[in-house]
């Protein structure tokens, strides 16, 4: 079985290459998903953010975005935050492996917002999904809703600091492609994107 990891920057389009793939039938192990679960239905989980973020427990759910502005406020609570989830991510990584292996997969794809920043998940190949800078602050404030927006505006000040606090957590886009075995440049449309996604995806179904 092949394990192909998706890599890059804080809202390169990571996200939207995984769905190309799963639209191809391939499985993905989605870590932002899982966090997601773990933050609605992870009883012990939601326990101990509570105990160290109270205000972002809103009806024993985890709030991200009070969370978000909790780590804006001091960087140290990223660290903190992860030492209680990415143990969660690991063990349900090795599941999902275990899972493909069982049902004979032969490819499958990892996004994982920081693949190369820490030494737990293995791979085969990697794509680097490379955005410029702007493009991807742009992408980041509009799935939190901003289409437009002021960049005076205090509420956006303090989401562009939290992007670029996420942004100094990965490295530098330099050295994923010199890392990556695959290059995909996304600083242009969807359609343009999956053309490339899927030229990748015959090549490696090939070899």
Same mark, same amino acid.
């Not at 639209?23 to 992870?42: P, Q, T, W």
């Not at 009806?59 to 209680?84: A, C, F, T, W």
């Not at 980041?140 to 992007?163: H, Q």
């Given at each position: 079985? $092949? ?19 799963? #639209?191809?039938? @391939? ?8 966090? =997601? ?9 939601? #326990? ?6 109270? /205000?972002?427990?809103? %009806?024993?759910?985890?709030?991200? $975005? @009070? ?8 960087? /140290? ?8 989830? =990415?143990?969660?991510?690991? %063990? ?19 996004? !994982? ?6 030494? =737990? ?39 562009? $600091? ?5 942004? #100094?957590?990965? @490295?530098?886009? /330099? /050295?994923? @492609? ?19 996604? !899927?030229?990748?995806?015959?090549? !490696?179904?090939?070899?």
């Amino acid at each position: 079985m $092949k394990i192909i990891g998706i890599i890059g920057g804080i809202a390169s389009g990571k996200d939207t290459v995984a769905k190309i793939f799963e #639209s191809l039938k @391939i499985r993905v192990f989605d870590a932002d998903k899982i966090v =997601h679960e773990i933050f609605k239905n992870n009883q012990q989980v939601i #326990s101990k953010i509570t105990k160290q973020f109270p /205000q972002a427990n809103e %009806n024993n759910v985890i709030n991200r $975005k @009070i969370l978000g502005d909790s780590i804006l406020k001091n960087p /140290q609570n990223l660290n903190n935050l992860e030492q209680i989830i =990415h143990p969660i991510v690991r %063990n349900s990584y090795q599941q999902f492996l275990t899972n493909a292996i069982n049902d004979k997969e032969k490819l499958v794809v990892l996004n !994982i917002p920081l693949l190369l920043e820490n030494n =737990h998940y293995k791979f085969d190949k990697l794509i680097a999904i490379i955005a410029d800078e702007h493009i991807c602050l742009k992408r980041y404030l509009s799935r939190l809703g901003y289409d437009s927006f002021d960049l005076k505006d205090p509420e956006i000040i303090g989401l562009t $600091k939290k992007f670029y606090l996420l942004r #100094s957590k990965q @490295i530098e886009d /330099q /050295q994923r @492609i010199k890392l990556a075995n695959y290059v995909v440049e996304n600083n242009s449309d969807i359609s343009n994107l999956k053309s490339k996604v !899927i030229e990748i995806f015959n090549e !490696i179904s090939l070899s």
